[in-house]
């Protein structure tokens, strides 16, 4: 004859847990966690980084545009006419370009980080004579004045 199945105690072979404990699971969250920590900030600097090279092309391009319309006018703006450092001024999603014209040999681009992108703060300019410059770096001016564009650390 067959005996009857008994119900299976815990603690018993017969017996299994199914699921994971409460310890095993705040050691996968503190697990989870510390890798954040440490993931987001650098993800977000790698993007940055994307989006001050955005503002790095657009302002060589524009040095370029600059000298082209200087070789074949010979002068950066005609006091009679329009003014080509406002009609060649960039466009991005990032970041906001002005350019200055003080005389008709000189000009100077500025691209400004758009609020609530990850340029905000950031403030870089070129000139005519191709010096590059960073007058803000993280929301601040760096000190010494750089006399390049950074973009990974406040020295050049």
Partial sequence: MHQPLRAARAGSPAFRANGF???????????????ATIAV???QS??????LQDAFSQMSAYQLRMEQSYQDNRHYRDPGDADECARAVPTT???TFSCATPTAQTYTLTATGKSGTLADG???TI?????????KYAGSAPS???TCWLYRSSTC
């Fill in 21 to 35: 404990t409460l310890i095993e699971v705040m050691i996968v969250v503190a697990i989870v966690g510390i890798l």
């Fill in 127 to 135: 000139n005519q004579a191709g010096d590059r410059r960073t007058t």
């Fill in 46 to 51: 790698y993007l940055r980084r994307g989006q």
């Fill in 144 to 146: 010494p004045a750089a």
């Fill in 93 to 95: 999603s990032y970041f």
């Fill in 41 to 43: 900030p650098s993800y």
């Fill in 122 to 124: 950031y403030v870089y």
